[in-house]
Every structure is written in C-alpha cells, then in structure tokens.
C-alpha cells in the first residue's frame, strides 16, 4: 500500500462544466502521474509531476491540466468535459527500486461525463 | 504507434497449469519492463519487473523472461490459480519513471 487516495471515487457530471479529481499520497513522493484506463487502450498518460510546481504533458493531455502546490497533493483538472472524457482515471506515484522506476497506482475514480 | 503490444486480449487456462502472459516492444530505448495486475473496480497491482540487464526474474509462482533481440517479454505463472483471474498488463520505461503501457490480456483461471 503506497497511500495513495483519490477523490471522488465516483462522478457523473454533465458536458461544458469543470471537474477537478484529487490525488493525495502519505509518503512525500516526488513523482506523481495521472492515466485514463479505456478499453482497447491499457493506461495512458496524461500528465505527471517531478515536484511540487513541476509538471509535464503526457501522450494524452488534450483538455486536461494539473497543479501540484504541496507534495502531497496532484489534481487533475478537465476545463470544459467532454463525453470522450468519460473514463476510468487513476494515479500514481513512484519509487526508485533496485533496477528502475516501479509505479503504484490509486484506487481510481470513475468519471461518466454525460 | 503502438509502442507496446499484448496481442492476446484474453487467455483461458486450467488450474494448475502455466499460463504465459506474452509482450511486444518496438522501443529499444526502453530498459525497465513491469507486470501488473489489475481486478476490477481496483488500481492496477504491480507484479514483477526485470531490468534489461538481465534475461530473467522470478518471484514465487511468477516469472518473467526478457528477449532483448527480439523485443519479447512474456509472464509466466506456475502453477495458476482461480485468484490470478485479473487483467494483466505489461509496461516499459525509458525515462525517469514514465511507463507506457500495452493494452492487457483478460486471464481466466478455471476450475
């Protein structure tokens, strides 16, 4: 268990309204990531943080962005959702093991954009 | 560009038997590949990984075998299990941590 929680869990909003899903870890890890699961694609990336006020663009950041303000915490915000939004979205965090990056994940939350 | 392949989206095998997970890369760039396991409604459970310095980790009942030439690594599980019914997916890394992932295979344990 990494300590990783993610809020909500679940959210069904409708299209053109901003949502912000939050990330929080317990064990002051630098890097943080956020993916969407979809079928037929695995996890992709959207956006990840090297620090706190240190983020970059993933393969899949169109209509997303990110803050992170304290270690703790990495949100992941949609402007303006869309129904191609709708996903299953988790986080993560990772550790420097002995041979590289090995990533742990957060429960996910569930994003039904209608 | 698919940059990592799981070719099989489901796999079905007997318990007791090996079930062997297999994966497909085109980046040569990569040299840390990882398994996880993923059950529904759960965040994705790593696994087992291997660096490409090496052509073989085992971990219990799992292991995992790395083809550099041939851009293959594949997960096997011995002896299967009904718990190991999940999706699988496998995951590369080049670059400070960021994973790319493939698509998963469904597992299916039976009785």
């Known amino acids: 268990d990494a300590g990783i929680t993610q809020s909500p869990r679940h959210k069904v909003t409708e299209t053109g309204t901003p949502v912000t899903l939050r990330c929080h870890q317990t064990?002051?890890?630098?890097?943080m990531y956020w993916y969407r699961q979809d079928p037929g694609h695995g996890l992709r990336l959207i956006h990840y943080s090297y620090g706190v006020k240190d983020t970059d663009k993933g393969e899949v950041s169109d209509g997303y962005s990110v803050s992170r303000s304290k270690t703790e915490d990495f949100l992941l915000t949609l402007e303006s959702a869309t129904s191609s939004q709708t996903s299953v979205y988790f986080c993560?965090?990772?550790?420097?093991?002995?041979?590289?990056?090995?990533?742990?994940f957060g429960p996910g939350t569930r994003l039904t954009v209608l | 560009d698919q940059q990592v392949k799981q070719n099989s989206p489901s796999l079905s095998v007997q318990e007791g038997r090996i079930s062997i997970l297999n994966c497909d890369y085109t980046n040569s760039m990569f040299d840390y590949f990882l398994w996880y396991k993923k059950y529904p409604a759960e965040g994705p459970t790593f696994l087992i990984s291997i660096s490409s310095i090496k052509d073989k980790n085992e971990d219990g009942r799992f292991t995992v075998f790395l083809n550099k030439s041939a851009k293959h690594l594949s997960l096997h599980i011995v002896p299967s299990q009904p718990g190991d019914s999940a999706v699988y997916f496998c995951a590369a890394s080049a670059h400070r941590g960021k994973l790319t992932f493939g698509t998963g295979t469904q597992l299916k344990v039976e009785l």
């Open positions: 993560a965090i990772s550790e420097l093991t002995g041979g590289g990056y090995t990533q742990y």
């Open positions: 064990e002051n890890h630098r890097y």
